[in-house]
């Protein structure tokens, strides 16, 4: 049973910054994608950032590059989303997302995600 689970989350002010985790398990990470998507209140579900498990190659929306960086823990079966220099634009419940093999350029789709974590706060405020 594929499962993905969301931690990391929490409160922080502008500037700061927090590193997110996603636990995966019930599957075999290497042949899927692994994507952060956020949703702010009132706001479409957005990508925000992906990983080819099956070639390391990672993908970021532009409103976050150059300052959050996806990266993979094969023995924890993890992958992070460390996001730095936040702004409040950041807050968002944020999620984690897995799909067979590799969506390209449509990577930052919602409905083509198969698999979606519970999702965890992220609150960038003073």
């Known amino acids: 049973q594929v499962q993905l689970v969301e931690s990391g989350g929490g409160l922080v002010q502008p500037g700061g910054s927090l590193r997110l985790s996603c636990a995966a398990s019930g599957f075999i990470l290497d042949y899927y994608t692994i994507a952060w998507f956020r949703q702010a209140p009132g706001k479409e579900r957005e990508g925000v950032s992906c990983?080819?498990?099956?070639?390391?190659?990672?993908y970021y929306a532009d409103s976050v590059k150059g300052r959050f960086t996806i990266s993979r823990d094969n023995a924890k079966a993890t992958v992070y989303l460390q996001m730095n220099s936040l702004n409040p634009e950041d807050t968002a419940v944020y999620y984690c997302?897995?799909?067979?093999?590799?969506?390209?350029?449509?990577?930052?789709?919602?409905?083509?995600?198969?698999?979606w974590g519970p999702g965890t706060q992220v609150t960038v405020s003073s």
């Open positions: 997302a897995t799909v067979w093999g590799f969506p390209g350029s449509d990577w930052g789709e919602r409905g083509l995600y198969e698999y």
């Open positions: 990983i080819n498990m099956s070639d390391d190659n990672t």
